[in-house]
């Protein structure tokens, strides 16, 4: 489906002309024309599949047809990290280009002028806030801010709202809105506390559930089959043996673990092994979660260790080697992370660190990708592997984490390969996040 066969306004389509999208993503097809209906909608689609575009432009549309207040705010999209809310403010601007209506992004930072702002935003009526639940409910605490003229209530991530524990925060937030507005809901997973949240604040919803697309073969996925003591000795070893395309030592890595002591811990070790890793985690203040995403982007920064929650704001596009120090519990979070790497038409690597403990996390996700991974052979210095034995036992079933067995441990980097395009968008294809 194309965008102009949906019923969007004019100025929208401009917008989408100019940025070169015609084509939509499978999730802006079936949510948007359900929203310009103006019916509550419960969306479960990942991180990628085009879902932001498919709330703003038809919210940018209702806008410009329905009948609301102009000196009152109108809409509000909730999300749960700065980082998020940062990439949706910067797509509304390039979708409402066109569009005479304000936004103001209300998250948290140091900085006292962008608080000023966030509070001449909400007292002066934006049509439409951009908001992090807790900076939002901090500002609802100091000043009185007016939601009667919502219409548009919007909840982007919530899966990830709630496991970061803003469901009172949102509670909070929905009690001072408006009954007749309209809901819209989306989420990567739809476990029973979304459905029972989307129970709570939505009225007779429709669904729309997008099945969660396998990685791209332009990321090489592999596993290593280990013990916990050898993790860090492995990563030590890949540092020092893959390379840039240039032969120079590599960088922007990402390591994944699933909590951020585990970060903190993992930072530590990393660095007493002379590796530049910088920790990205909850507990940072956000000035210097900014300094290290800042410094992550330009090259300053070899390795970047991280949790889910956080991680999910980081888009760069040129990063080499995604690596999953912990094995994520859920097929969707290993695609998302995994995803961070081979974008904007480059290629790149994905390396799973699988101990026996791990294995019944790994069989779901090996189930879900429907194809044999690739197993690293781990360096003889770091002595013997688990065996399959030991991961049938974990897994209450015979071990299907890879077929083959690989002792390429890459001087070069080959799977790297940095396209054109890169930063931007291809011509006719639909706008992503």
Not at 2 to 23: I, N, P, R, T
Not at 385 to 407: K, L, N, V
Request: glycine fraction near 8%.
């Amino acid at each position: 489906m194309y965008f102009d066969e949906l019923a969007l306004s004019d100025e929208v389509l401009d917008a989408l002309w100019d940025m070169h999208f015609d084509e939509c993503t499978p999730v802006q097809a079936q949510t948007i024309p359900v929203i310009l209906d103006g019916k509550d909608v419960i969306a479960c689609a990942q991180t990628g599949t085009g879902k932001t575009a498919a709330y703003i432009l038809p919210l940018l549309t209702n806008l410009a047809f329905d009948n609301h207040n102009p000196d009152k705010l109108n809409a509000i999209i909730m999300a749960p990290t700065r980082e998020l809310a940062q990439q949706i403010d910067q797509q509304m601007e390039g979708f409402g280009y066109y569009v005479p209506f304000s936004s103001v992004a209300i998250y948290g930072g140091k900085d006292s002028g962008a608080w000023g702002t966030q509070v001449t935003g909400l007292q002066r009526g934006a049509d439409i806030v951009i908001a992090t639940p807790g900076r939002l409910l901090s500002q609802m605490n100091i000043y009185d801010v007016d939601f009667s003229g919502i219409k548009y209530f919007i909840l982007d991530e919530a899966d990830r709202m709630l496991d970061m524990g803003f469901y009172d925060d949102i509670m909070t937030i929905v009690r001072k809105l408006p009954a007749d507005r309209q809901t819209i809901l989306f989420s990567a997973t739809m476990p029973p506390k979304i459905r029972q949240l989307a129970k709570t604040i939505m009225h007779d919803p429709v669904e729309v559930q997008i099945a969660v697309s396998r990685p791209p073969e332009s990321i090489h996925q592999r596993c290593a089959l280990l013990y916990e003591p050898q993790k860090a000795g492995l990563i030590l070893h890949l540092l020092s043996t893959m390379k840039e395309p240039d032969g120079s030592p590599l960088k922007k890595v990402i390591i994944f673990t699933g909590k951020k002591q585990r970060v903190k811990e993992l930072t530590r070790t990393l660095r007493s092994m002379h590796i530049d890793a910088h920790a990205m985690h909850s507990d940072l203040q956000q000035h210097e979660r900014d300094q290290v995403m800042l410094d992550f982007r330009n090259g300053k920064i070899d390795v970047l260790v991280a949790t889910d929650v956080v991680a999910r704001g980081i888009d760069v596009t040129d990063i080499p080697l995604v690596i999953n120090y912990d094995v994520p519990h859920d097929p969707e979070d290993y695609v998302h992370r995994i995803g961070r790497t081979a974008r904007a038409a480059n290629s790149g690597e994905a390396l799973t660190l699988v101990t026996p403990e791990d294995a019944r996390y790994w069989s779901h996700i090996h189930r879900f990708l429907k194809k044999d991974i690739e197993k690293l052979t781990l360096p003889s210095a770091l002595g013997a592997a688990p065996t399959d034995a030991e991961y049938a036992t974990r897994s209450g079933r015979g071990y299907s984490g890879g077929s083959r067995h690989s002792s390429r441990n890459r001087g070069g980097h080959p799977h790297r390969s940095r396209g054109a395009n890169r930063g931007g968008h291809r011509s006719g294809s639909a706008p992503r996040s």
